[in-house]
C-alpha cells in the first residue's frame, strides 16, 4: 500500500467537527490542546472552534490532529497535497515548518484575506460539465473573470468581481457548461482580487523559518515540489494564482506510485475529485470519529 494525503480547504466545515475525536482520542486531544494554548483560545470548545473567524486555524488543527493518528498507524506517506488552506496542513504534517508557527501564519493569512475581500468584494461559481480550456477562453475575454480552480476535468471555479462572474457565468452556459453554481464565499481566493492578501502575507512570510519538507509536497499552484527556497513565494503566489488540483492528483499517482489517498480534513470534496480523476485508487475520507474507526478497521489498523 503507498498512501498518499489529501488536506481539505474551506467550504466543507460543519458544526461541532472534531468534538467526537477531541473526546475519544489522546493524540487529537494533545494536537488541540497544543493549539489553544498557541493561539490563547479555548479550541476545545466547539462554539470557539466552530467561530467562522477561527475556520482556517480549526481546519489546520483539525486536519494535524487527524494526521498525527493516522502517521502512528500507517507507512510513511509516499507525497501530499492539500486544497488551498489545506496546503499549511500538508505542510505542517510534513514538518516544513513547526504546527505552532503554521497556526499563527494561518490565522494572520485569514486576516489578510478578510482585509482584501473588504477592499475588493467578489465572488466565485463552480462551471460543471465543461472543458476547463473553454473557461479560460471565455473568463480571458471578460474584465474581473478568472479561472480560480482546476478541480477535474468537468468541474473548473471561476471567481472575481460580481460583475465579472455574472457575465462569465452567462456566457458559459451559452458556450454548453451544463450548469453554474454560485458559491458562498466572502471573498473570491485565488485571483488578482487577493493581491492585499498576497502581500501582506509576503511581508509576514519574511518572519517564518521553513524547511524542506519530510515528505513530498505538491503544490497547487506550481504543480512542483514545495522546498525550503520556494516555500515562501509560493504560498504568497497561490493567492492570486489558480489551484490546479487535478494535475496534483496526477503528479502524486504517475511519479510516487500513490494507490491509497486518504483525505484529512472536513468533508470528502477531494475525495469525490479524485474519483472522478483516478479509476484505479482507493480514496478515503476522515472527519469525524466514526470514519476513522471505519478506516482503521477497513486497513486493519484497529488499536
Known amino acids: 500500500m503507498k498512501i498518499g494525503y489529501l488536506f481539505s480547504g474551506q467550504g466543507q466545515q460543519f458544526p461541532g467537527m472534531g468534538s467526537d475525536l477531541y473526546q475519544n482520542n489522546d493524540t487529537y486531544r494533545n494536537v488541540v490542546d497544543t493549539a489553544s494554548r498557541t493561539l490563547n483560545l479555548d479550541l476545545s470548545d466547539p462554539k470557539v472552534f466552530d467561530d467562522p473567524e477561527n475556520t482556517q ?10 494526521y498525527r493518528i493516522l502517521a502512528d498507524q500507517l507507512p510513511k506517506a509516499q507525497a501530499m497535497m492539500g486544497l488551498s488552506l489545506g496546503e499549511y496542513s500538508a505542510l505542517v504534517s510534513a514538518k516544513a515548518l513547526s504546527f505552532q508557527s503554521g497556526l499563527k501564519l494561518v490565522r494572520d493569512r485569514s486576516h489578510y484575506m478578510d482585509e482584501a475581500g473588504k477592499q475588493n468584494p467578489g465572488s466565485m461559481a463552480a462551471v460543471l460539465k465543461i472543458d476547463p480550456d473553454v473557461v479560460v477562453d471565455v473568463t480571458s475575454k471578460i474584465d474581473g473573470a478568472y479561472p480560480a480552480n482546476f478541480n477535474t476535468s468537468e468541474q473548473t471555479v471561476i471567481g472575481g468581481t460580481k460583475a465579472g462572474v455574472e457575465k462569465a457565468s452567462a456566457v458559459l452556459k451559452e458556450r454548453g457548461a451544463k450548469r453554474v453554481v454560485p458559491l458562498k464565499v466572502a471573498v473570491s481566493s485565488h485571483t488578482p482580487l487577493m493581491q ?8 509576514r512570510m519574511e518572519n517564518v523559518t521553513f524547511k524542506t519538507p519530510t515528505i513530498p509536497v505538491i503544490s497547487n499552484t506550481d504543480v512542483g515540489l514545495f522546498n525550503e527556497n520556494n516555500l515562501a513565494d509560493t504560498l504568497t503566489r497561490q493567492l492570486v494564482n489558480p489551484t490546479h488540483f487535478r494535475e496534483d492528483l496526477e503528479l502524486m499517482v504517475n511519479n510516487y506510485g500513490v494507490d491509497t489517498l486518504i483525505e484529512i480534513g472536513p468533508g470528502n470534496t477531494l475525495t469525490k475529485f479524485v474519483k ?3 479509476k484505479d485508487v482507493n480514496a478515503y475520507s476522515v472527519d469525524s ?15
Not at 57 to 66: K, Q, R, W
Not at 289 to 303: H, V, W
Request: avoid cysteine; proline fraction near 0%.
Open 196 to 203: 492585499l492578501a498576497s502581500d501582506l502575507l509576503a511581508k
Open 57 to 66: 486555524v480549526a481546519i489546520l488543527t483539525m486536519s494535524y490532529g487527524i
Open 276 to 278: 472522478k480523476t483516478l
Open 289 to 303: 470519529l466514526k470514519k476513522l474507526t471505519d478506516l482503521q478497521e477497513k486497513l486493519g489498523l484497529e488499536d
